[in-house]
Structure formats: C-alpha cells, structure tokens
C-alpha cells in the first residue's frame, strides 16, 4: 500500500520559513515523478514545485527563488524548503507521486502564513 505522509506544516509570520517533509512507504521515490502541489480556499489545486525522474526541478511562477524541492533517498523523502512566505502562501500542501498511470496524493498539511 502506498502511503505520502505530509509533515512540517503550520502558522509562520510573513516573511518566515517553514520545510515540509514527504514520507514515502509503498513506493520508491527515485522512480517517480514527485511534486507538491497546494489548494487555497475557493482556488483550484495548483503546482508549486516538481522533480521528476531523472529531471530538472521545476517551479510555480509565484514560488521562484523562494521555495525548493529536494529529496533524501536514503530516507524516501521529499521536502519543500519555503523561505520569504507570503500571506498569500496560506494554503494546504499536498505530496504528489507519479508513474505512469499510477498517481498518489498524501491527506495534505496546512500552512498559514499571517501576522
């Protein structure tokens, strides 16, 4: 069974720093396309930043030069580093792994950022 357990989530003031964390079990992240995506209240789900296979990172235009993905092997885990937040950062991030035709999303971690 293939589990994406999201960690590191919560209230930040703006201009603050948070990592998530990815767990991965059930599957082997090095063989996949992982991402992290987030949904805002009233938004639609959107990327924030991706890794693929074998790939460059990628980024959400609004996320450029202030967050970045990594991965530990060794642990299975994916992170986000997330510096210079902004209140319009506030939202639930969600992990993402994909192979093929197979995608899997973790139950999601929220982030506020707010004064």
């Known amino acids: 069974q293939v589990q994406l357990v999201e960690s590191g989530g919560g209230l930040v003031q703006p201009g603050g720093s948070l990592r998530l964390s990815c767990a991965a079990s059930g599957i082997i992240i090095s063989d996949n396309n992982m991402a992290w995506y987030r949904q805002a209240p009233g938004k639609l789900r959107e990327l924030v930043a991706r890794?693929?296979?074998?790939?460059?990172?990628n980024y959400g235009d609004s996320v450029k030069g202030r967050f970045t993905i990594s991965t530990d092997n060794a642990k299975n885990t994916v992170y986000l580093q997330m510096n210079s937040l902004k209140p319009e950062d506030t939202a639930v991030y969600y992990c993402?792994?994909?192979?093929?035709?197979?995608?899997?999303w973790g139950q999601g971690t929220q982030v506020t950022v707010s004064s």
């Open positions: 890794i693929p296979r074998g790939g460059m990172t």
């Open positions: 993402y792994a994909n192979r093929g035709p197979r995608n899997y």
